[in-house]
Every structure is written in structure tokens, then in C-alpha cells.
Nanobody, 112 residues
Framework: QVQPVESGGGLVQPGGSLRLSCVVS????????MGWYRQAPGRQRGLVAQ???????WYADSVKGRFTIFRDDVKSVVYLEMNSLKPEDTAVYFC??????WGQGTQVTVSS
């Protein structure tokens, strides 16, 4: 029943950047693999970035080269660095550690 708490969303202009954060305390098998998902209005929730315990990453084609998923082991936080943001990146973003429940997400709006 443990839910992650995402933070870092907000309003940003096209071409701007945001860093989303997710505290992920727990064992490696309860956390990884973990992913960042997003859901835009009228669309199904989809995986945009994934990180494994060994450090392997995967990115959806739509964000490849612009988004980076990484972790800070000292702070026990997983991040999604989003650069060169586009209006089509507008969505609610969710952090999903392996065995965690879904949280409320954080809204990212890209607009001028």
C-alpha cells in the first residue's frame, strides 16, 4: 500500500527544463525496476523512462535524447531530468517503483 510522492512539476515554457523527484526508500527488489510514466488528457498512461538496479535505462522514442532518469543513492531519490520540453510533454507524471502502489502524480504543463 506504499505510495510514492512525486514532486517537481509545474508550468514551463517550450524549450525549458524541469527535474522531477521521487523518494524511493526500500530494498532493491521493492524499488527496481522502476519507471516514470505520464498520462495526458484523453490518453492512456505510458512508460517514458525506466531504470534497473544495475543502472540500465530505457526511454520511449518520444523522449529519447531529452529526458534522463537517474538516482542519488545518498538521498534515496530517483529523478527524471526533462530538457527541451515540448507542449506535447504536457501530462501528469508518475513515479512507479517496482512494488509500490500508484501515487497522485505531478502535473507538468509546457506552454508559452
Amino acid at each position: 500500500q506504499v505510495q510514492p510522492v512525486e514532486s517537481g512539476g509545474g508550468l514551463v515554457q517550450p524549450g525549458g527544463s524541469l527535474r522531477l523527484s521521487c523518494v524511493v526508500s526500500g530494498s532493491i527488489y521493492s524499488i527496481y525496476p522502476m519507471g516514470w510514466y505520464r498520462q495526458a488528457p484523453g490518453r492512456q498512461r505510458g512508460l517514458v523512462a525506466q531504470l534497473t538496479a544495475s543502472g540500465s535505462t530505457w526511454y520511449a522514442d518520444s523522449v529519447k535524447g531529452r529526458f534522463t532518469i537517474f538516482r542519488d543513492d545518498v538521498k534515496s531519490v530517483v529523478y527524471l531530468e526533462m530538457n527541451s520540453l515540448k507542449p506535447e510533454d504536457t501530462a501528469v507524471y508518475f513515479c512507479k517503483p517496482n512494488r509500490f502502489a500508484w501515487g497522485q502524480g505531478t502535473q507538468v504543463t509546457v506552454s508559452s
